[in-house]
């Protein structure tokens, strides 16, 4: 079958650096994404990520490790705006996007 | 730049009408997809399409319809509502290949009473 897992909701404060993880059990796997999306708004594209090994792209980093099946998003010097939900997705050998539920992340001052 | 455009935002329908999700992209994307969200779950797709022509099933099909004359248009179709269609719709758009990423509209919430 196919599983994504993710925190449900995360907290962290203004300045911080918060990692949000990700888990996956697919059967088929040609690259993980992350996206964002702000509260009734739509995803919007974070990374990709298709060899093991840290990426980053300004305060956001994406790590993937294929033999673990697990990926992260770490968010560095978090900023009010940063609060949304963060959704994992895998794509599969059909170039199809299985996602994940989503972390809500909930930035305090 | 208007990307992916969807309508309407918003819709309440009754059981058993039918209407028709509207979607434009104009980046000249070869895929196409629709997608619902239902509160605190992941995107399920519904349909895509690799091109005009060609539609196929996604993970959740049933009661919908859709189809793809042109590059840019993907319309879908509920004929027959059904309050378990209450959500939020989203239409997105890529190019072929691995690692493309989607671009998606600003979504239709849809409430079926």
């Known amino acids: 079958g196919q599983n994504i897992d993710q925190p449900t909701e995360m907290t962290a404060t203004e300045g911080a650096i918060v990692q949000i993880n990700c888990t996956y059990q697919t059967s088929g796997f040609n690259g993980l994404f992350w996206y964002q999306q702000h509260a009734g708004e739509a995803p919007t594209f974070l990374s990709y990520n298709v060899l093991d090994g840290l990426e980053e792209k300004g305060r956001f980093s994406s790590f993937l490790s294929r033999s673990k099946g697990y990926s992260y998003l770490l968010l560095k010097e978090l900023q009010m705006k940063d609060s949304a939900s963060y959704l994992c997705a895998v794509e599969d050998s059909n170039y199809q996007l299985i996602w994940g539920a989503g972390t809500k992340l909930i930035i305090k001052p | 730049n208007a990307g992916v455009t969807q309508t309407p935002k918003f819709r309440i329908l009754k059981i058993g009408q039918s209407m028709t999700l509207q979607c434009a992209q104009d980046?000249?994307?070869?895929?196409m997809y629709w997608y619902r969200q239902d509160p605190g779950m992941g995107l399920k797709l519904i349909y895509y399409s690799v091109g005009a022509g060609i539609t196929d099933k996604g993970e959740v099909p049933n009661g919908y319809n859709v189809s793809r004359s042109t590059t840019e248009d993907f319309p879908l179709r509920l004929e027959l509502a059904a309050p378990s269609q209450t959500s939020v719709y989203f239409c997105?758009?890529?190019?072929?290949?691995?690692?493309?990423?989607?671009?998606f509209g600003d979504g239709t919430r849809l409430s079926i009473l």
């Open positions: 997105a758009s890529s190019y072929l290949g691995q690692g493309q990423p989607q671009h």
């Open positions: 980046m000249n994307h070869n895929y």
